[in-house]
């Protein structure tokens, strides 16, 4: 299917890999790993044939096709969703093109459109629609989303859609790189499950090790610009390297005692006449010897003591009868929830039923409309959310924005510390102006460490980190003395921390006193309508399981005064259903012209004139920061409406 023969690949005096070989046959499930630089990307871009190897060839048998998900968005144009999801090769797109056209103006009868018909039919792309939107329903698309213009959708949307585009055309070869950014829990379990029958082959890159332990059966390591390849997953690679590099590192010291050995004979012996010839049998001896490498281990451990806060009293936060709502559409009505020092609580539930809206309710960051908000004493909040960015100051470098934290670390600290964040060597000495959007998550994450509140509010901390940074996180976290709640899709990063779980779907929290694994043999399902029947079903009988609100069921005899309060309900329902679609109305222009403006800003970025007027490059800066930060508020409020008119229409 794929074979790469003796490839390598320089940029000016590093070398990123050299004559390294792969064939990947049908059926095979391997994942890329390596260290950040180690050429992954790169790789990738050479087997895709948008980067030429220096030396060696690519081939791909002729047949075979291809598909490719980086690990950023690509440009879009004007279609839908479903239109995209479809839009499985340029014919397919040539001929949906003429059948629009057709019927937007009527000319149906002509020789073009039926030709264009018989072949779209022989394609079989009126079977693509079908199989589209049930793989679109499993990437959480609702159906009200196929319609709706791609371009107008957040980013990870849009790489939801594309990845529907490939599980549609389902190629011979599927790469993937970082598939999972964009998912939620719920999202990447569906997406597991399908890629554990897909027909193809797959390879891909992914930080996401429980992801990897359920897929692959081959692991492939660019190290030391060599490609090692293991068979097994993640798991059985990490114990099968280290057993390797044991072995490697034995062969290694007795090949040196071997060679102190001989060179101490030769030593000693060669002065003398009757040694003479022996002494030099073993220094020759000694220059035929294939000479062994030590071992360079992998992903060193990064031991870091970060400092602790100071400690808050036993009940560190509480919501009580809280109310939450957008305009008219009510996302929380008469919650309850409390935090007690030490707890490490992860939110887990559907995209868009109110996770980051719960953890920016406790955090502060959004004012308590109804109910209270009460701090425990001595309790101090950190709100770590992906639009942290706006705290960092532009005219700062990354060294000096750590050590501008109230309490300073040493800065042998802080470059250890920066190091395991990816922030390396001269890094430390960049702007912070010219960070991207994850370096700059990444930076405030460390200052969020090494001056830590004692109340840590985490939303998809993981991000934009790799495997070695994640480690250290979870190290850094072990060791924390505060409490914890967080959100994430990493499943790895979730059985590392979480003691306590919080499912919440339809304005409803429901509390597992258990880890993960606990609360998925408790609520007997992945999704979020079984964690709520699971959640049903308990009882007081049960009191290892604290249910904050319980979903009650309907009694099966209705009183006269019941029914009118359904009825009363109903007409409510149907009200907001209407205010919520002229709402959803509203935030879709909003979404445009905020694309609108931040499209005109990035232009302007890119402009050289920028740079020659002072000043006028950080402040774009941080109008795109601005304007990235209410676009992401904007789509979180388009899910909200989104999911409350499909709610409203059950």
Request: hydrophobic share 35%; glycine share 6%.
């Amino acid at each position: 299917m794929l074979t790469l023969s003796k490839v390598s690949k320089a940029y000016a005096h590093k070398t990123l890999f050299e004559e390294i070989s792969l064939q990947v046959n049908t059926g095979d499930r391997m994942a890329l790993v390596g260290a950040n630089g180690a050429g992954k990307s790169t790789l990738f871009s050479i087997i895709l044939k948008t980067l030429p190897p220096d030396e060696g060839s690519v081939n791909l048998d002729r047949y075979t096709t291809l598909g490719y998900l980086p690990q950023e968005t690509t440009v879009i144009g004007d279609e839908t969703v479903l239109e995209l999801a479809t839009n499985i090769s340029p014919e397919h797109e040539r001929l949906r093109s003429i059948l629009s056209e057709g019927d937007r103006t009527g000319a149906t009868d002509t020789e073009e459109y039926h030709e264009a018909q018989g072949k779209f039919a022989e394609l079989g792309a009126y079977q693509l629609e079908p199989k589209a939107k049930r793989i679109l329903k499993g990437l959480a698309f609702r159906e009200t989303d196929f319609d709706r213009k791609a371009k107008t959708m957040s980013g990870g949307w849009v790489m939801r859609a594309h990845l529907a585009r490939l599980l549609v055309m389902e190629p011979d070869l599927l790469m993937l790189d970082e598939p999972t950014n964009h998912l939620d829990l719920e999202s990447l379990q569906w997406f597991e499950t399908y890629l554990q029958s897909y027909p193809g082959a797959i390879l891909m890159i992914s930080h996401d090790r429980s992801f990897l332990n359920a897929l692959v059966d081959q692991i492939l390591e660019l190290r030391n610009q060599t490609l090692h390849i293991y068979r097994g997953n993640y798991d059985d690679y990490v114990l099968e390297r280290a057993e390797r590099e044991a072995r490697q590192l034995s062969a290694f010291q007795n090949q040196q005692k071997e060679i102190q050995r001989l060179q101490e004979f030769a030593d000693r012996f060669r002065a003398k006449a009757s040694k003479a010839s022996q002494a030099q049998s073993k220094l020759k001896q000694i220059d035929r010897m294939e000479k062994l490498e030590a071992p360079e281990t992998t992903d060193k451990k990064i031991n870091i003591r970060f400092p602790q806060p100071p400690r808050s009293g036993q009940r560190v936060i509480a919501l009580e009868e809280v109310h939450h709502a957008y305009g008219d559409l009510s996302v929380y009505q008469g919650i309850n929830f409390e935090a007690e020092r030490g707890n490490r609580t992860v939110l887990v539930g559907p995209n868009g039923a109110g996770k980051s809206t719960l953890l920016k309710l406790l955090g502060g960051a959004l004012e308590i409309q109804q109910g209270k908000r009460i701090l425990g004493h001595n309790a101090l909040v950190g709100y770590f959310s992906q639009n942290r960015v706006e705290m960092l100051n532009p005219n700062r470098t990354v060294l000096q924005e750590v050590m501008s934290i109230s309490k300073p670390v040493p800065e042998v600290a802080a470059r250890t510390v920066l190091g395991s964040f990816l922030f390396s060597g001269d890094d430390a000495y960049k702007k912070t102006a010219v960070l991207s959007g994850g370096e700059k998550s990444r930076l405030s994450l460390v200052k969020l460490l090494l001056d830590p509140p004692n109340l840590l509010l985490m939303d998809e901390p993981t991000t934009h980190l790799d495997m070695a940074s994640i480690d250290a996180l979870i190290q850094a976290l072990k060791q924390y003395e505060g409490t914890i709640v967080f959100i994430s899709h990493d499943v790895y990063f979730i059985r590392a921390l979480a003691q306590n779980v919080l499912h919440i779907s339809g304005g409803k929290l429901t509390a597992y006193s258990g880890d993960y694994d606990y609360y998925l043999e408790k609520s007997n399902a992945v999704s979020a309508k079984h964690a709520l029947v699971a959640g049903d079903k308990l009882t007081d009988s049960r009191p290892q399981e604290t249910i904050v609100e319980k979903v009650k069921a309907p009694s099966t005899f209705k009183t006269k005064e019941q029914k009118r309060k359904e009825a009363e309900e109903r007409q409510a329902r149907s009200t907001a259903k209407k205010s919520a679609k002229t709402d959803l109305i509203q935030v879709e222009a909003d979404i445009a012209d905020l694309e609108r403006r931040k499209k005109a800003v990035c232009a302007q970025l890119e402009s050289h004139e920028t740079y020659k007027q002072g000043g006028q490059a950080v402040d774009l800066n941080r109008e795109l920061t601005n304007l990235e930060s209410e676009l992401e508020e904007k789509n979180r409020r388009w899910e909200f409406i989104s999911e409350l008119i499909a709610e409203a229409s059950t």
